[in-house]
């Protein structure tokens, strides 16, 4: 692991980190913020999975999660949204796919099974990765997102319930199967075959019997992706029907924007400070 860049914030350490990923065939950027607290102990592992054509420095220039997760004593890790570098495949006229739009999800289909593992990356090779170089206390891990990294954060935490103790979203692709920002993307990177979509699908889990404690979710209601590729009320269905626990905030004026997630960056902080702490 590299160490790029590190800053003072709110007494903790905002650093920037790059490493030769095995998951991703490249090298792979991520950011970390350590809150003071940890200088005593292993603080909580909050992961934040960032939306399409992001990297881990749109929510960490403007999210401001800083103060808070300083005051709380969490560990925020900001991973990329893809794999990156000149071998990558991509499609660089199509904002939807490739760089930038990995969708969480282990490709299976070439050219893109070589480095879109995305899933992986962030479920098992960047954990082992903060757990020996961060004071990370791994048995208490939350994890966020927004849009597609909000369609992340919902998967990765419904397959995997035992090691995440909390997961929220900020207007996240609920149904990624049916969205027409990532229907095309499943296909080229799972293949045409819906059934093996559903894996990557936080409808599809809960209907196929995924469970998780219980969510929140807020979304603005001024969002222009909301009727076509969010579709909350989808998951809410899902979740009802299911008998999961769900908040689902419906934010009047709000957009998709930072400045959306900014505003309410500090109910999200404190709704996994209430189960991690």
């Known amino acids: ?10 007494g903790g350490v905002q650093g920037v980190h790059s490493h030769a990923s095995d998951a991703c065939a490249c090298d792979m950027t991520f950011a970390v913020f350590v809150p003071p607290q940890a200088a005593e102990r292993p603080c909580p592992v ?15 220039d403007k999210g401001e999660y800083r103060r808070l997760a300083a005051e709380l004593g969490l560990i925020v890790v900001c991973p990329d949204t893809s ?3 000149p071998d990558v495949p991509d499609e660089e006229d199509n904002w939807q796919f490739g760089k930038g739009a990995g969708f969480y999800v ?4 070439q050219p893109f099974a070589r480095n879109y593992r995305m899933y992986s990356y962030v479920t098992q090779e960047l954990p082992a990765l903060i757990a020996e170089n961060f004071p990370a206390d791994m048995a208490r891990q939350g994890i966020f997102g927004h849009s597609m990294g909000g369609h992340g954060a919902l998967t990765v935490a419904l397959k995997n319930p035992d090691r995440f103790r909390s997961a929220s979203a900020f207007a996240p692709i609920v149904q990624p199967s049916t969205a027409n920002w990532s229907r095309p993307a499943l296909e080229k990177y799972l293949g045409a075959d819906e ?8 409808c599809a889990l809960v209907e196929d019997g995924a469970r998780f404690p219980g969510f929140l979710i807020d979304q603005g209601a001024a969002d222009g992706f909301l009727d076509e ?6 998951f809410e269905r899902a979740c009802r029907e299911a008998g999961i626990p769900l908040v689902l905030n419906m934010r009047e004026g709000y957009d998709h924007s930072y400045f959306f997630i900014s505003t309410f960056m500090d109910d999200h902080l404190r709704w996994h400070a209430d189960r991690l702490l």
Request: proline share 7%; charged share 15%; glycine share 6%.
């Open 229 to 234: 590729g969010l579709k909350p009320w989808l």
């Open 83 to 85: 794999p990156r570098g």
């Open 46 to 60: 909050l992961w934040y999975l960032s939306g399409l054509t992001c990297t881990h420095a749109n929510v960490m």
């Open 195 to 202: 059934a093996a979509w559903r894996p990557y699908d936080a």
């Open 1 to 10: 692991m590299k160490t790029l860049s590190t800053a003072r914030s709110h």
């Open 106 to 109: 282990d490709a299976t289909q």
